[in-house]
C-alpha cells in the first residue's frame, strides 16, 4: 500500500495543536475523484454500498450506484494515492435486528469483507457496533457518527472511555457555540471532526426523527416508500423564513482559521451526491480558504446543475431509479405520487436544475457574520428577540420572486394532502373524485409570502414578551442581482469560479504539511 500521506491512525499521538488541518471528502466512487482531490489535504473518502444489511444516514434513492465491486476497486484507487476509506455503519436504526443471530451473521460477514478489501476505518452510529468492533476487529479505526449528536464536553469523554478514535461533532448544535467547541476540545485527545458544509437548520428539533427515517431508506431489508417528509418540510420552512439559510451549522471557508486555533483540524466535506466537478470545488474552496460565490454552491445537498453532470450522475434522476424506489403501488397511492414529482422538479430535488440556482446567498456579504459567535453563542438566546441572523439573512439571501411564489404553492399543496392524508386514499377513491371531475391536486392558498402556511401554521401567533412576532412582510422579499450567478448551466464552471485556488500539483500550505514522525 502507497505510504498515507495524512494516517488517522497517527494523529491522536501528536498534540492537538500540531496536527495537521486535512480533510474527509464524501465518495460518489467516481473514478475521476481521487485524481480531482489527491493535491488537496484530503487524507479521506467516505462512502459506502447503495444500500445494506444494516443501513447508513443516507437514503439509497439519493446515492450513486456502488456495489462490492466498486467500493473495492475505488479503496485500491484511494490507496494508490495514499488515501484512506473510511465505510458508513452509521444507521440510527436497524429494527434491533442487530441483536439477533441473523443480524451477527450479516454484520460478522460484512466486516470480514471490509477487511478482506483493506478498508481503514469505519463510521457507526451506536455504541454497541463501536465496542464490537474494537473488540473482534481491533486493526480497523473507528470514528463515531455526527448522527449521535455529540456537543458537550460529557459526551465527547464517553466516546473516548469506549475507545472512538474519532468523533464526528454533532452537524446541528455547536458549530457556533466556541466555548462549548473549546470545552470539548480540551477535554479528549482523540480526533475530532466538524462538517463544515452541512446545511440543517440550527438546533433542529428533528434531527433525530430525520436521522432514523434516512436509515430506514438505506438497508436492503424491506424497504418501504422512501418519502423524505423531513427535508419536503425543512426547505419549506426556509422559504417562509429565509433567516433559517443562515440560521443553519455551516462554516464558511474564509472561518476555518477560527476553528483551527481552537484545536479543530479535521474538516468534512459532504454530500456522496455530489458531482465529481462540484464536489471537488468544494475541496478547492475550503483548501483555499475562500470562496466569491453563491454559498449554495457549498452547502446545498440538491439542485446541482445539469451542466456539471456526467452519465453516472444522471443515472440517479433516471425513471428506472425513479420506479426502483418509489413504485410502490401498494404503500402509497401512485395517482398522488404526481404532487412529489411536481416538487422534485420545481426544487431540482429529483431532477437537475436547468438553468440559474433560484436562490443566492453571497458569500462575500457574510464576511463578519461570525464575529458576533466570539462574544455570545444561542443556546441561551431567543431568535426572535436577538434577530441577528434575521438582519444578515436581509441583507445576503436572495431570491427569483417568481420561483419562490411557485414553489410556495407547490409546498402548500404537498404539505396539505400529506397531513390530510389524501396520499394514501383508496385507488377507489381517487378513481371517484377523477370522475366528478374535481381534480387530484389540493387548492393551494394564494397568500403572501412569510406568512407560514403549511410549513408554519401558527407563524402569525408568534410572540415575543408578550407581543406579536409575526413578520410584518415577506422577508428577503428582493431579487437577486443580475451579476449573481450560480456556478454551473449560465454561470462559471466549477473550474472557473474558484479563482486563485492553488494549481493541482503545487506544494501544500504550511497549515497542510505533514508533522514530522508520522508514517
Avoid at 473482534?136 to 449528536?149: D, I, L, W
Amino acid at each position: 500500500m502507497t505510504q498515507m500521506r495524512y494516517p488517522s491512525s497517527a494523529i491522536n499521538a501528536l498534540p492537538v495543536m500540531d496536527r495537521p488541518v486535512r480533510f474527509s471528502v464524501a465518495c460518489n466512487f467516481d473514478p475521476a475523484l481521487i485524481d480531482a482531490v489527491a493535491s488537496h489535504p484530503v487524507y479521506e473518502v467516505f462512502g459506502k454500498r447503495t444500500s445494506d444489511f444494516f443501513g447508513g444516514g443516507r437514503p439509497s434513492f439519493y446515492l450513486p450506484s456502488a456495489g462490492k465491486g466498486q467500493v473495492e476497486s475505488y479503496v485500491k484507487r484511494a490507496h494508490r494515492e495514499g488515501i484512506e476509506f473510511n465505510y458508513l455503519l452509521n444507521s440510527s436504526s436497524m429494527n434491533n435486528v442487530e441483536f439477533t443471530t441473523k443480524g451477527q451473521r450479516e454484520l460478522r460477514k460484512l466486516l470480514d469483507w471490509l477487511t478482506e478489501a483493506e478498508v481503514d476505518t469505519i463510521t457507526v452510529g451506536n455504541l454497541f457496533f463501536l465496542r464490537l468492533i474494537k473488540q473482534r476487529y481491533p486493526h480497523f479505526g473507528v470514528r463515531v457518527s455526527s448522527h449521535r449528536e455529540t456537543d458537550n464536553p460529557r459526551k465527547a469523554r464517553f466516546w473516548e472511555d469506549n475507545g472512538a478514535d474519532c468523533i464526528v461533532i454533532s452537524e446541528t448544535t455547536v458549530h457556533r457555540e466556541f466555548e462549548v467547541l473549546r470545552a470539548m476540545r480540551e477535554a479528549v485527545k482523540v480526533d475530532l471532526s466538524l462538517i463544515v458544509n452541512n446545511w440543517c437548520r440550527q438546533d433542529c428539533a428533528i434531527a433525530s426523527n430525520h436521522a432514523v427515517l434516512l436509515s430506514n431508506a438505506s438497508r436492503n431489508d424491506k424497504q418501504h416508500f422512501p418519502l423524505d417528509y423531513c427535508s419536503v418540510y425543512c426547505n419549506a420552512y426556509r422559504l417562509e423564513e429565509p433567516v433559517n439559510y443562515l440560521r443553519a451549522n455551516w462554516i464558511r471557508p474564509e472561518d476555518l482559521p477560527r476553528y483551527r486555533q481552537l484545536g479543530y483540524t479535521n474538516f468534512k466535506i459532504v454530500e456522496r451526491n455530489t458531482p465529481t466537478e462540484l464536489l471537488a470545488l468544494r475541496v478547492r474552496a475550503y483548501a483555499k480558504q475562500r470562496y466569491d460565490g453563491n454559498l449554495l454552491d457549498l452547502v446545498q445537498n440538491y439542485a446541482y446543475p445539469s451542466s456539471v453532470m456526467k452519465d453516472r450522475d444522471r443515472e440517479a434522476f433516471s425513471v428506472k431509479r425513479m420506479a426502483k424506489y418509489f413504485f410502490k403501488p401498494s404503500e402509497v397511492n401512485l395517482l398522488r405520487f404526481t404532487q412529489v414529482v411536481e416538487f422534485g422538479k420545481t426544487l431540482s430535488m429529483l431532477y437537475p436544475r436547468e438553468g440559474d440556482n433560484p436562490v443566492y446567498v453571497d458569500n462575500r456579504a457574510l464576511d463578519g457574520f461570525l464575529d458576533r459567535f466570539d462574544k455570545l453563542g444561542c443556546e441561551a438566546v431567543d431568535c426572535e428577540s436577538c434577530r441577528y441572523c434575521h438582519a444578515w439573512a436581509e441583507k445576503s439571501v436572495y431570491f427569483d420572486p417568481v420561483w419562490r411564489k411557485k414553489m410556495t404553492a407547490v409546498f402548500d399543496s404537498l404539505l396539505h394532502d400529506l397531513h390530510e392524508g389524501s396520499v394514501w386514499e383508496p385507488y377507489l377513491k381517487t378513481a371517484r373524485r377523477l370522475l366528478r371531475g374535481l381534480g387530484l391536486k389540493a387548492k393551494a392558498s394564494d397568500r403572501p409570502l412569510g406568512q407560514g402556511g403549511q410549513a408554519v401554521p401558527f407563524l402569525s401567533q408568534r410572540e415575543v414578551a408578550g407581543k406579536s412576532a409575526a413578520p410584518g412582510q415577506a422577508p428577503c422579499a428582493r431579487p437577486k442581482p443580475a451579476h449573481f450567478v450560480s456556478v454551473g448551466n449560465l454561470g462559471p464552471s466549477p473550474s472557473e469560479a474558484c479563482g486563485g485556488c492553488r494549481k493541482e500539483g503545487a506544494a501544500l500550505p504550511a497549515p497542510y504539511i505533514q508533522p514530522t514522525g508520522t508514517a
